[in-house]
C-alpha cells in the first residue's frame, strides 16, 4: 500500500463524530495537517482544532493543540501560488495566557470571521484549565 493511501485509510478511520467538530474544511485528521504543512510533527495529546480553508486559489489554516499542560497555535495562510508548506511555526502557551489573548481576539471582527470557532476552542481551553 502506498504512502498516500496509507494517509487517507488513516484518516477514513479517524473521522468519528468527535473529530468531525475537531477537524474542518479541509483537514480531517493529524495526517492531513502534517502533509500540507510539510510537517513532521508527532500527533498531540490533544487537538482542540484544526481548520483549512481553501476558496478563490487562497488558504488559510489555524490549528490549536495541547501537548502535557501547554497549548501551542499555528496559523498559516497563501495565495495560489504557493501551499501552507514552511509555515509550521507553533506559539507556545501557557493555559491562562492563551484564554486571554483569544478573548482578546473575540473582539476583533476579521478573526471571527476567518475562525468562527474561536468560542468552542476558547470553551475547551477554559474546561481544560477548570479541570486541571
Given at each position: ?34 502533509r500540507e504543512f510539510a510537517c513532521d510533527e508527532p500527533e ?42 514552511d509555515q509550521w511555526k507553533p506559539e507556545e502557551y501557557e ?35 477548570n479541570n486541571k
Open positions: 500500500m502506498s504512502e498516500v493511501n496509507a494517509e487517507n485509510d488513516a484518516c477514513s478511520m479517524a473521522l468519528t463524530e468527535d473529530k468531525m467538530e475537531i477537524y474542518n474544511d479541509l483537514f480531517t485528521c493529524w495526517n492531513d495537517v502534517r498531540p495529546d490533544e487537538v482542540v482544532t484544526a481548520s483549512y480553508s481553501y476558496e478563490d486559489y487562497s488558504g488559510r489554516a489555524w490549528v490549536v493543540y495541547r501537548n502535557g499542560d501547554k497549548f501551542f497555535e499555528v496559523e498559516g495562510g497563501h495565495c495560489s501560488c504557493y501551499g501552507l508548506e493555559p491562562s495566557v492563551f484564554l486571554e489573548a483569544l478573548f482578546r481576539r473575540s473582539k476583533e471582527r476579521s478573526f471571527l470571521e476567518n475562525w468562527p470557532g474561536l468560542v468552542d476552542v476558547s470553551s475547551r481551553v477554559s474546561e481544560y484549565i
